[in-house]
């Protein structure tokens, strides 16, 4: 046995690591921030598996990417809201699902949650439900919140549970996640307004000049 | 199979075990969860709750088992230096016992899979099984004989 066995399995084990860490450092993962990959023109094609608040006759479509368990997401719900009181008739809102799951362990379950709810026709309640009690179960593994909030929104429990396991509750939010990754989204919220990606508005005020301009309503300075 | 050729094997294997952990820990300080082989799952596993024990990352205690047991292979491959040979099976139990809560998770709570964190799990188990060899080999033909 040579004498410096010791010297030589160090010498491996230090290879070993520096391999490891190159391996894991490659660039093969999810999702692309070179922002020259990220589309900003695209057109959507809303179907009826999509979420969409308002009328299919709207002249502006508002395709928001969000995660429920994200901060920015959440302050952007009761602005959405008030953004879309103001054109009940010209504005649809589209949800899709972009759950950050590396940064946010209970994203997907709330998404799934969202669908689950879906299924028995209460998306946008359990939506509102979702987000305005967010720092309630934001990080929390278990599903108790989430049937806690299905049992007040009236649906049935017992359905509710079982979908949430369902295959096609989690096809549906894995698959909104991989289109959002495709665009080479990276954070959320990402709005698209009638197909185009606009900067995040910071008021309602921001929010209506857009939707003004794509309704061709001159904006009041 | 001779006592060093367990120990090359077991040794072998520690350093698979080893750069699996390694991986998974540099994955998981660039915040990047790994791609998936095989299995659906692994970012749910790597991001979940589970996947930090006292908020340390499990990769980092993987790397701190499996340097051990380099270590502990070395140790006997070095003449049996400490009389390593009896803290083997001991010491592999810890990873083996480990690899069967994590599997659990994984099979039971999260229900999903990574596939290095099973890589990891058969490691174990391979170091668990070579370190009885070890062991029962000691008690029959030693490595060397006792001084």
Not at chain 1, 26 to 34: H, Q
Not at chain 1, 49 to 56: E, F, I, N, Y
């Amino acid at each position: 046995m040579p004498k410096n066995i010791w010297g030589i399995g160090l010498a491996v084990i230090l290879v070993g690591a520096i391999g490891a860490m190159w391996f894991a450092g490659r660039d093969n993962a999810l999702p692309s921030t070179d922002p020259n990959d990220v589309k900003n023109d695209v057109s959507f094609e809303i179907t009826t598996d999509d979420h969409v608040k308002g009328l299919p006759t709207a002249k502006v479509t508002l395709v928001e990417f969000a995660d429920f368990q994200c901060p920015a997401c959440q302050a952007y719900h009761p602005l959405l809201n008030e953004v879309f009181a103001q054109y009940p008739n010209d504005l649809r809102i589209v949800y899709r699902h972009f759950p950050l799951k590396t940064i946010h362990t209970t994203a997907v379950a709330a998404a799934r949650a969202s669908e689950a709810a879906n299924l028995q026709g209460k998306f946008w309640e359990m939506h509102a439900k979702l987000f305005e009690n967010q720092t309630a179960w934001a990080g929390k593994l278990t599903n108790s919140f989430f049937e806690k909030y299905a049992e007040e929104l009236g649906l049935d429990v017992l359905k509710f549970k079982a979908d949430l396991d369902s295959d096609l509750v989690k096809d549906k939010v894995e698959n909104s996640y991989k289109d959002a990754v495709a665009l080479g989204l990276s954070g959320t919220p990402t709005f698209y307004l009638n197909g185009k990606k606009i900067v995040n508005p910071r008021s309602v005020a921001e929010f209506t000049t857009l939707i003004n301009t794509e309704l061709g309503i001159p904006n009041v300075e | 199979m001779s006592n060093k050729a367990i120990a090359i094997l077991f040794l072998i294997v520690a350093f698979v075990g080893f750069m699996d952990a390694t991986y998974l820990a540099a994955s998981h300080f660039r915040g990047i969860p790994p791609p998936c082989l095989l299995t659906d799952g692994c970012d749910t596993v790597t991001s979940s709750a589970y996947s930090k024990i006292i908020g340390i990352p499990v990769p980092m205690l993987g790397i701190i088992y499996y340097l051990g047991m380099l270590v502990l292979g070395l140790g006997y491959i070095d003449k049996n230096r400490f009389n390593v040979a009896k803290a083997i099976p001991w010491a592999t139990a810890i990873g083996l016992v480990a690899s069967i809560w994590f599997v659990y998770v994984q099979a039971v709570i999260l229900d999903a899979f990574c596939t290095y964190c099973l890589l990891s799990a058969g490691t174990s188990t391979i170091l668990f099984l070579l370190g009885i060899q070890i062991f029962i080999k000691e008690k029959v033909t030693p490595l060397l004989p006792n001084t």
